[in-house]
């Protein structure tokens, strides 16, 4: 049956065979098959953080655990340190964990259902139907936001996608494809990141808009609605310490396993307060008697809360602290400490 869904699948299959984005995630073998790791470990790494950022980390991370026997044998501080810079790094523990769930009850092989994708750490129902349908051509479709936006725009729905997103549901199934799901999936989130912008859209070089109901009553640059947000964060203080010993090494320590950046390596600092007045010195810091030299104040957005942070240097024998955990100062950018406590380090150099 010749139906609208028909005709936009139809030629949005032809435009990925011509336009196609070249990502790592995506080559294939010889059979002309995509690496179900591939496409498991980049959803993963994708989940709130770009196409470009993604692109270098993963063919590093592939060179590493190239596949999933290696990275079942991996331990947390090593994912944890090869996540620096990544951010949200649940989602390196959920990965590790579910590889090793795969390795213990799936024979190191990626499950090819739903229900048993779903049970997995850190997966949900967008994560599942797209390792599904691009890594074993099921017939799904899963909402990314630039499924959702294409959707949005056809119908004309003149509401928040937060607000509809059982009706999007509802309206994806038409498009799904029986033979060809992997590459049509692929083919809706590259032309949602090419073509159907989120700002701006190409409408005038869109092949689709005849059939697009926004750009018929003129609403696609106001369409998808965005809901209004009141950017209140709350903001949180503390203050770092960066310490050295005369072997230029920093004086470091592993946050807890649980909250914010659990494991992490960090420099000691206080504990983060809501009012800067409640701040206590960090009792491994009140232990070493140094002069210790403020370097400044340095600001950083979580997703939740800003952190200011007041930074401190101090120099400080090695043998006058016990027990005392180091790092080369010329390796802590390649070790396992999150972004913001590398920066907090390049301040106080």
């Given at each position: 049956?010749?139906?609208?869904?028909?005709?936009v699948k139809k030629f949005l299959l032809k435009w990925y065979s011509q336009n196609a984005r070249q990502l790592p995630w995506r080559n294939q073998n010889e059979k002309n098959l995509i690496?179900?790791?591939?496409?498991?470990?980049?959803?993963?790494?994708?989940?709130?953080?770009?196409?470009?950022?993604?692109?270098?980390?993963?063919?590093?991370?592939?060179?590493?655990?190239?596949?999933?026997?290696k990275l079942a044998q991996a331990s947390e501080k090593q994912i944890l340190k090869f996540w620096s810079g990544l951010g949200y790094y649940t989602r390196a523990r959920n990965l590790l964990?579910?590889?090793?769930?795969?390795?213990?009850?799936?024979?190191?092989n990626i499950p090819q259902s739903y229900e048993e994708l779903i049970l997995l750490p850190g997966i949900g129902d967008y994560t599942a139907k797209a390792i599904l349908g691009i890594a074993?051509?099921?017939?799904?479709?899963?909402?990314?936001?630039?499924?959702?936006?294409?959707?949005?725009?056809?119908?004309?729905?003149?509401?928040?996608?937060?607000?509809?997103?059982?009706?999007?549901?509802?309206?994806?199934?038409?498009?799904?494809?029986?033979?060809?799901?992997?590459?049509?999936?692929?083919?809706?989130?590259?032309?949602?990141?090419?073509?159907?912008?989120?700002?701006?859209?190409?409408?005038?070089?869109?092949?689709?808009?005849?059939?697009?109901?926004?750009?018929?009553?003129?609403?696609?640059?106001?369409?998808?609605?965005?809901?209004?947000?009141?950017?209140?964060?709350?903001?949180?203080?503390?203050?770092?310490?960066?310490?050295?010993?005369?072997?230029?090494?920093?004086?470091?320590?592993?946050?807890?396993?649980?909250?914010?950046?659990?494991?992490?390596?960090?420099?000691?600092?206080?504990?983060?307060?809501?009012?800067?007045?409640?701040?206590?010195?960090?009792?491994?810091?009140?232990?070493?008697?140094?002069?210790?030299?403020?370097?400044?104040?340095?600001?950083?957005?979580?997703?939740?809360?800003?952190?200011?942070?007041?930074?401190?240097?101090?120099?400080?024998?090695?043998?006058?602290?016990?027990?005392?955990?180091?790092?080369?100062?010329?390796?802590?950018?390649?070790?396992?400490?999150?972004?913001?406590?590398?920066?907090?380090?390049?301040?106080?150099?």
């Open positions: 049956m010749f139906t609208q869904e028909n005709q690496n179900p790791y591939f496409v498991f470990v980049s959803e993963f790494m994708l989940q709130q953080t770009s196409v470009s950022t993604v692109k270098n980390k993963f063919q590093e991370f592939i060179i590493t655990w190239p596949n999933i026997q964990k579910s590889a090793k769930l795969i390795k213990k009850k799936h024979n190191y074993f051509n099921k017939s799904v479709m899963p909402l990314d936001a630039n499924i959702e936006r294409i959707l949005v725009r056809l119908h004309a729905i003149e509401k928040p996608i937060s607000k509809v997103k059982n009706k999007l549901k509802d309206i994806s199934k038409k498009f799904i494809s029986d033979k060809y799901s992997s590459n049509l999936i692929q083919s809706f989130m590259d032309y949602g990141s090419s073509i159907c912008l989120p700002r701006n859209p190409k409408c005038e070089i869109c092949q689709i808009n005849k059939i697009c109901q926004s750009y018929k009553k003129n609403l696609q640059l106001k369409i998808p609605l965005k809901l209004k947000k009141i950017i209140n964060k709350p903001m949180k203080y503390t203050r770092a310490y960066v310490v050295v010993n005369e072997k230029n090494e920093i004086l470091v320590r592993s946050r807890p396993s649980k909250g914010m950046l659990a494991s992490m390596l960090e420099v000691p600092n206080d504990e983060w307060v809501n009012n800067k007045n409640l701040l206590i010195t960090d009792h491994d810091i009140r232990q070493i008697k140094t002069k210790l030299k403020s370097k400044g104040i340095f600001e950083y957005s979580f997703s939740h809360f800003d952190l200011k942070t007041e930074i401190f240097f101090g120099n400080v024998k090695k043998t006058k602290i016990s027990n005392g955990n180091w790092i080369k100062k010329s390796a802590y950018s390649n070790s396992r400490m999150p972004t913001i406590m590398k920066k907090i380090v390049e301040m106080a150099e």
